[in-house]
Every structure is written in C-alpha cells, then in structure tokens.
C-alpha cells in the first residue's frame, strides 16, 4: 500500500504551482480560491545520486529510480472543521494522507489575491492548526466519552487511557497539535489508535520571491520564529521559478538556471527527500547488467518485506538475501570484487535492511 505526502495550505499559496513543478502533473493552478476542489495524485521520481555511481559501475541495460507519491489537497479557509468552503472535503482527504507538506506564502504580489487580504504567514498556518485542532478535539471528545465508560470497571489500564485522553484534549485546547505531545508506550499507541490531524509528520515549505530563495525575508523569519519549538524542518522555496526549472526540457539547460540562481540544485529535489524521509522511508538497491534500479522501503524493515516490494513470491518464499553496502560497492567497484574482499554479507530473515544497501534475494516458491 503506498505512503502518500499531502501538499496543504491556504488557497492561492502556491499549492498547485509547487505540485506542477513536482510532478509535471499540470493541475490546475490558478488566480482564485479552490482551483484545486478534487486532490490531485502524482508520482515523483525520488533524486538519488548514489543510483546514478551504481550505474556507471555497472553499465546496464535500464536504470531506474524509485519513486514516492504525493497529493495536492484543497485549499483551506476559516471555519473548515464547521464544513465552510471545502472543509469537510479538505479533512478527508488530509485524514488519508500518512505526512502533511504545509506550503505557506511568504511573498508580497498584488496581482495574486491572498484569501485573507494580506499576507501573513503566521496567521495562515495558525488558521490550518486551528480547524484540524477542532478536528481532532471532535475525535477526542468521542473517545472520552467511550473511556469514560470502559473506565466503570476495575481495570487500571483503561482509568490510565482515560487520564491520558484528558491530558492531550488539555495539550490540544491550548493550541497545540498532537504532534507536540510527548508521552508513555501507552500514549503513543493511544495517539497511533486516535489518529488524529495534527499527529502526522510535518515540513513547512516558505513560498518566496526569487530574490527571496537563499536568504530569506521578513515573512520567512517571522514564521521561522513561530515553529522554532516544532523541531519541523522549514524549507524556502519559490514555486515560480521551479515551475520554469520543470518546464526545461534540457538537462544542462535546468543545470545552468539553477546555478544562475544560486541554488545548489532544484529546490523540488530538497522537497521530494524531506517528503521521504517524513514518511519514514528509505532506499535499497538491485545492480545488474540487465538493470540498476532503486527500491522504496520502509525505514526498519526486514529482509523479506523489502524482497517482498520486487515481488510477493520473493518475500513468501525467501531464502536468504546477499547484501553488500553501498559505501563498499563504490570502493571495489563491482560486485565480484566486494566478493574477493570478503564484504559481501549473506543475510537472513532478521536483517534489518539499511538505506544504501545493495541487495540480492534468494528464494524458493
């Protein structure tokens, strides 16, 4: 079942630009609130350098990255969580997503009306933590009200749930997301059962100006300041010059604008990694002459769940599965030559596979 990463914010953020240039998806981004009403699903090509030295080593017929998915929502405004606009809409679809990308706006344009009048984006991300807040408090009131019952009989470990729901209701009305709340096994799994809005993962992602796009702006530090106690990460990010980066066919075209720019490489590939690694994922490698492709897991995965991602026979019938690192792999420079230095592991059921990992499976079905 795929991991997705929600994009989210206000309407007329940049939501739909930054999808665009994502994904080359071509959703409707437009100058009005709820150009996106329907959430658009896209599939990013995950940047990977390693994949590109494997196969130079190589030489295969097919080189293929791995990819994850991603999904740009509806706008959000005041008064969601009561149903206004499309709020009932924008809660569905958040609920499905596993880590949420907030865009907020952090430039100053007057051809592009801010639904709100100004721009401010502290004000803007308060009022998406508000409603989904009001959400959750919705969710936890209902599963009060059920602990409050179970809580009749004698056993401690409900009477200790339903102190534990109280006190992150308390964390909630305080105008803090769930996110926030750090707490025991049984919270965890409590708040993993709940699952609640503003539990998911989070980066925000500053939309500025270009001349914004290194050092930010009085927008950015503001805001800055105002998730410093998040420990979310922040990226600045300008959705119109990413949008004229994806539209350069050209490899070396793209590579010059960037450096024009100053940038070290696409802001989209520092968006795509922290939309990965938010969703808890890593990568693993396959070399052969045939193909050298990249492999999506889940971080803590073992052995046979990642054969299993090849294909289900490899995970039921698994036998063993080699496994060189990558750091090795470059330093012999072929897998017969890892061999004859003895780094080549021969693993089992229990291997906890690590991101880089060069792997082959044995199996029988």
Excluded at 55 to 75: F, H, M, N, R, Y
Aim: aromatic share 6%.
């Amino acid at each position: 079942m795929p991991l997705y990463c929600g994009i989210v914010g206000l309407p007329n953020v940049g939501k739909s630009t930054l999808f665009n240039a994502l994904t080359n998806a071509k959703a409707l981004a437009a100058n009005y609130p709820f150009a996106t009403k329907e959430p658009n699903v896209g599939v990013i090509t995950v940047p990977d350098q390693r994949l590109s030295k494997l196969a130079e080593l190589v030489q295969p017929q097919k080189v293929v990255p791995t990819t994850v998915e991603i999904v740009d929502i509806a706008g959000l405004i005041k008064g969601a969580s009561k149903g206004e606009g499309l709020g009932n809409q924008f809660l569905a679809n958040i609920r499905e997503v596993d880590a949420i990308a907030h865009v907020v706006r952090c430039f100053d344009n007057d051809n592009v009306v801010h639904v709100d009048g100004s721009v401010d984006p502290v004000r803007d991300k308060e009022i998406i933590d508000t409603e989904l807040i009001f959400k959750d408090l919705e969710t936890l009131e209902k599963r009060i009200e059920k602990l409050k019952k179970q809580a009749k009989s004698a056993d401690p470990h409900d009477k200790k749930l339903l102190a534990l729901a109280e006190e992150f209701k308390g964390i909630l009305e305080q105008g803090k997301p769930a996110r926030t709340i750090h707490t025991d096994d049984d919270g965890k799994a409590l708040l993993k059962d709940l699952m609640l809005l503003t539990a998911k993962p989070i980066i925000y992602i500053c939309n500025v100006d270009e001349n914004s796009v290194i050092d930010g702006n009085a927008h950015t530090k503001a805001f800055m300041e105002a998730v410093k106690d998040e420990s979310a990460e922040v990226l600045l990010i300008s959705a119109a010059i990413e949008e004229e980066i994806a539209q350069l066919e050209d490899y070396d075209e793209k590579l010059e604008f960037v450096q024009e720019m100053g940038l070290a490489e696409p802001g989209v590939n520092r968006v795509i990694m922290s939309c990965y690694k938010l969703l808890n994922l890593l990568t693993y490698f396959t070399a052969g002459e045939k193909e050298v492709r990249a492999w999506t897991v889940r971080n803590g995965a073992k052995a046979p769940e990642a054969a299993g991602v090849i294909h289900t026979d490899f995970e039921k019938g698994f036998i063993r599965a080699e496994v060189i690192a990558y750091d090795d792999y470059l330093k012999y420079g072929s897998e017969s030559a890892v061999k004859e230095a003895g780094k080549l592991a021969v693993e089992g059921k229990e291997y906890i596979v690590k991101d880089g990992d060069v792997m082959h499976f044995r199996f029988n079905v």
